[in-house]
């Protein structure tokens, strides 16, 4: 997944102080200062420009004395039934055979219960069939034609299997006979109620013209969504296959029970992810973060990755420090 356009970019200092180093965002964008990433509860973050209105229906639902899942599944909805986002919900980009299988996960810290969804079609919100595969089974996750089974049985709405125009664009791809790459995106969905707790979620239709089947990291805890009410939270986007091998959040968040500060999380995990990895920084992965003192971060590959911030006093959109090869060295399998 090649990152989005840049937008929205605040003003203000272009550099971070993040390790006890100052970093530069490598395209010339602001970076926070660590002293201002951080807000009172409640606190709702998610990844992309695209994620402010999900953060800022997260927030309605908060203030109208919803609960946190109420939170996170409503904000989500907002994504999903966006019909111009080809990356997340029904109007996303088709599996090879020309089908929208969706995937998504969502997280309570009480309890620490999960429930989620993987390659499910013609449903209109896998947000809400995951949480109730979290609220009315013994189940974590249930997959492709045993998860719509499980919609259909409990009435979720349905929608077509691939939009008018997405499948205009599967019937010219298969002409061309190439699987070309094609962006994709995730909305990652985390925050901390005024009371403390700590909640999360995820939804995508994953890699374009991907093999019927294919599951990324959005549905697998601890790959695209990691929650822990001690501690903190931690979402992903970007490609799957390079978070679930290293259950990039599950190691954000245990970066974060160590003492590091959100950003320092994500990056940090970048850059064990990328030592480990043949690819080195060639990654396409990006991560955001929340801890239990209202702290807030994100990190990404290469020059960074825009995420959206929401609490009480503002909601923005704030640019994430990027990563490179030349930010530790020889990558790759080379530890240091």
């Given at each position: 997944?090649?990152?989005?356009?840049r937008?929205?970019?605040?003003?203000?200092?272009?550099?971070a102080?993040?390790?006890g180093?100052?970093?530069?965002n490598a395209?010339?964008?602001?970076?926070?200062p660590?002293?201002?990433?951080?807000?009172k509860?409640?606190?709702?973050?998610?990844?992309?420009?695209?994620?402010?209105p999900?953060n800022e229906?997260a927030?309605?639902?908060?203030q109208?004395?919803g609960?946190?899942l109420d939170a996170?599944?409503a904000?989500?909805?907002?994504?999903?039934?966006d019909?111009g986002?080809?990356s997340?919900?029904?109007?996303?980009i088709?599996?090879?055979?020309g089908?929208?299988q969706?995937?998504?996960?969502?997280?309570?810290?009480?309890?620490?219960?999960?429930?989620s969804?993987?390659?499910l079609?013609?449903?209109r919100?896998p947000?809400?069939?995951?949480?109730?595969?979290?609220e009315?089974t013994?189940h974590v996750?249930?997959?492709a034609d045993g998860a719509?089974a499980?919609?259909?049985?409990?009435g979720?709405e349905?929608?077509p299997?691939?939009?008018?125009?997405?499948h205009?664009?599967?019937?010219?791809?298969?002409?061309?006979?190439?699987?070309?790459?094609?962006?994709?995106d995730?909305i990652?969905l985390i925050?901390?109620?005024?009371?403390g707790?700590?909640?999360?979620g995820c939804?995508t239709?994953g890699?374009?013209?991907k093999?019927p089947?294919r599951?990324?990291?959005?549905?697998?805890?601890g790959?695209?969504?990691?929650?822990?009410?001690?501690?903190?939270?931690?979402?992903?986007?970007g490609?799957?296959?390079?978070?679930?091998?290293?259950?990039?959040?599950?190691?954000?968040?245990?970066?974060?029970r160590?003492?590091?500060?959100p950003?320092?999380?994500c990056?940090e995990?970048?850059?064990?992810?990328a030592?480990l990895?043949p690819?080195?920084?060639?990654?396409?992965i990006?991560?955001i973060?929340?801890?239990r003192?209202?702290?807030?971060?994100?990190?990404g590959?290469g020059?960074?990755?825009?995420?959206?911030?929401?609490?009480?006093?503002f909601?923005?959109?704030?640019q994430?420090?990027g990563?490179t090869?030349a930010?530790?060295g020889?990558v790759?399998g080379n530890r240091k």
């Amino acid at each position: 997944m090649s990152n989005m356009p840049r937008r929205h970019f605040l003003t203000g200092a272009a550099t971070a102080l993040v390790g006890g180093r100052l970093i530069q965002n490598a395209a010339g964008s602001p970076v926070l200062p660590m002293a201002e990433l951080t807000a009172k509860a409640p606190l709702i973050v998610s990844t992309w420009p695209f994620g402010k209105p999900s953060n800022e229906k997260a927030l309605e639902v908060l203030q109208a004395k919803g609960s946190g899942l109420d939170a996170v599944e409503a904000g989500i909805r907002v994504t999903e039934s966006d019909a111009g986002n080809p990356s997340v919900g029904l109007a996303g980009i088709p599996n090879a055979e020309g089908v929208v299988q969706l995937d998504a996960c969502i997280m309570s810290g009480p309890g620490h219960r999960a429930g989620s969804v993987g390659a499910l079609s013609g449903f209109r919100h896998p947000i809400s069939v995951a949480r109730a595969v979290m609220e009315k089974t013994k189940h974590v996750m249930l997959v492709a034609d045993g998860a719509a089974a499980f919609a259909a049985l409990h009435g979720f709405e349905t929608g077509p299997k691939v939009s008018p125009g997405q499948h205009a664009a599967w019937k010219k791809w298969k002409e061309q006979q190439k699987r070309a790459e094609k962006n994709h995106d995730t909305i990652a969905l985390i925050l901390q109620t005024a009371s403390g707790d700590i909640f999360g979620g995820c939804s995508t239709s994953g890699w374009g013209y991907k093999l019927p089947g294919r599951l990324g990291d959005s549905p697998i805890v601890g790959g695209g969504l990691y929650v822990d009410n001690e501690v903190g939270a931690a979402g992903a986007t970007g490609l799957g296959e390079n978070v679930m091998r290293y259950c990039g959040t599950f190691l954000v968040v245990e970066f974060m029970r160590q003492g590091l500060h959100p950003q320092d999380a994500c990056l940090e995990t970048i850059r064990r992810i990328a030592r480990l990895d043949p690819k080195g920084f060639d990654l396409s992965i990006n991560f955001i973060a929340i801890d239990r003192n209202g702290r807030f971060g994100g990190a990404g590959t290469g020059t960074g990755f825009e995420y959206s911030v929401t609490c009480p006093a503002f909601s923005r959109v704030v640019q994430s420090p990027g990563v490179t090869t030349a930010d530790i060295g020889p990558v790759g399998g080379n530890r240091k």
